[in-house]
T-cell receptor, first 117, second 118 residues
Framework: SQQGEEDPQALSIQEGENATMNCSYK?????LQWYRQNSGRGLVHLIL?????REKHSGRLRVTLDTSKKSSSLLITASRAADTASYFC?????????????????FGQGTILTVHP | EPEVTQTPSHQVTQMGQEVILRCVPI?????FYWYRQILGQKVEFLVS????????KSEIFDDQFSVERPDGSNFTLKIRSTKLEDSAMYFC????????????????FGPGTRLTVL
């Protein structure tokens, strides 16, 4: 699989249920970020977790990171119809020591989440 | 809250024509990026820009592409001779130095320009 692969590809749940999306990656990372995209619209940054962190919370979002397994999960609790969107994980990498890259994001294919009212 | 803006929101052009996509990054940001998303596919990195020069570019970013920061606020992506396969949503992003000192931390994305090449 490629850097930043999410599963499932699509998730359909009822309002009030929790939604869990997973992401795997291949290379060493500086941090991992989750973004949301409503159909045909821009990317909205949701949450960032650094490589030395294991878990992070923001409102109804909970992100975990397991660098030994090169995986992350995004949990949305008590989902709402308005959470319907595509969710992408993106890993931040740079060129490394001596390089002049200031970080590029590598995105996964995304999970399409549908929350039914 | 400051945000990245992009114009136009939708650009339609004929194959072989030149297009310029414009972005106004967040004013105190130092790092600028272009990404693209072909319909139904993942978002792909094109190029990063810092201190008035390209710091990294992907294999997609060939000689047909160029970027410029012509003044203190705008950041542009030019495609010299568009091809059908350039049809995509193009996102501009900007960021500030992260905790690592050099790598950006959060990148803030604009709403995108949908480019359609006929």
């Amino acid at each position: 699989s490629q850097q930043g692969e999410e599963d499932p590809q699509a998730l359909s749940i009822q309002e009030g249920e929790n939604a869990t999306m997973n992401c795997s990656y291949k290379t060493s990372i500086n941090n991992l970020q989750w973004y949301r995209q409503n159909s045909g619209r821009g990317l909205v940054h949701l949450i960032l977790i650094r490589s030395n962190e294991r878990e992070k919370h923001s409102g109804r979002l909970r992100v975990t990171l397991d660098t030994s397994k090169k995986s992350s999960s995004l949990l949305i609790t008590a989902s709402r119809a308005a959470d319907t969107a595509s969710y992408f994980c993106a890993t931040l990498t740079g060129k490394g020591a001596g390089g002049t890259s200031y970080g590029k994001l590598t995105f996964g294919q995304g999970t399409i989440l549908t929350v039914h009212p | 809250e400051p945000e990245v803006t992009q114009t136009p929101s939708h650009q339609v052009t004929q194959m072989g024509q030149e297009v310029i996509l414009r972005c106004v990054p967040i004013s105190n940001h130092l790092y600028f990026y272009w990404y693209r998303q072909i319909l139904g596919q993942k978002v792909e990195f094109l190029v990063s820009f810092y201190n008035n020069e390209i710091s990294e570019k992907s294999e997609i970013f060939d000689d047909q592409f160029s970027v410029e920061r012509p003044d203190g606020s705008n950041f542009t992506l030019k495609i010299r001779s568009t091809k059908l396969e350039d049809s995509a949503m193009y996102f501009c992003a900007s960021g500030v130095p992260g905790l690592a000192g050099t790598l950006t931390d959060t990148q803030y994305f604009g709403p995108g320009t949908r480019l359609t090449v006929l």
